[in-house]
């Protein structure tokens, strides 16, 4: 198992930057894709990004493509969302999610992932 913590989360005007964080506990995070979700009141939860187990492939939503730069660091088992030029439409409570793989396909949907960190709010200012 691997219990995810997200930090980072605030209130940022639109253009701004803010970057994510999110910590996983667990011997064997090199071995998990690792993705972030967003979600507003009264909508599913939305892809964002993805990330394979050793980093080098990575994958978008269209929406956020260009403008966020998903990463991460085994070594400190951490895996990270930089957000620039921030738009309103942003706003979201932002969850990192976890899935323990052997192969690499895109997981767009909520259900495809095993683990969910509490999630963490930003809020983008017109």
């Known amino acids: 198992q691997v219990q995810l913590v997200e930090s980072g989360g605030g209130l940022v005007q639109a253009g701004g930057s803010l970057r994510l964080s999110c910590a996983a506990s667990?011997?064997?995070?090199?071995?998990?894709?690792m993705g972030w979700f967003r979600q507003v009141p009264g909508k599913e939860r939305e892809f964002v990004a993805q990330?394979?187990?050793?980093?080098?492939?990575?994958y978008y939503a269209d929406s956020i493509k260009g403008r966020f730069t998903i990463s991460r660091d085994n070594a400190k088992n951490s895996v990270y969302l930089q957000m620039n030029s921030l738009k309103p439409e942003d706003t979201a409570v932002y969850y990192c999610?976890?899935?323990?793989?052997?192969?690499?396909?895109?997981?767009?949907?909520?259900?495809?992932?095993?683990?969910w960190g509490q999630g963490t709010q930003v809020t983008v200012s017109s």
């Open positions: 667990g011997r064997t995070f090199s071995s998990y894709a």
């Open positions: 990330i394979s187990y050793g980093g080098g492939t990575t």
């Open positions: 999610a976890a899935v323990l793989v052997s192969f690499w396909v895109p997981r767009l949907t909520a259900g495809s992932w095993d683990y």
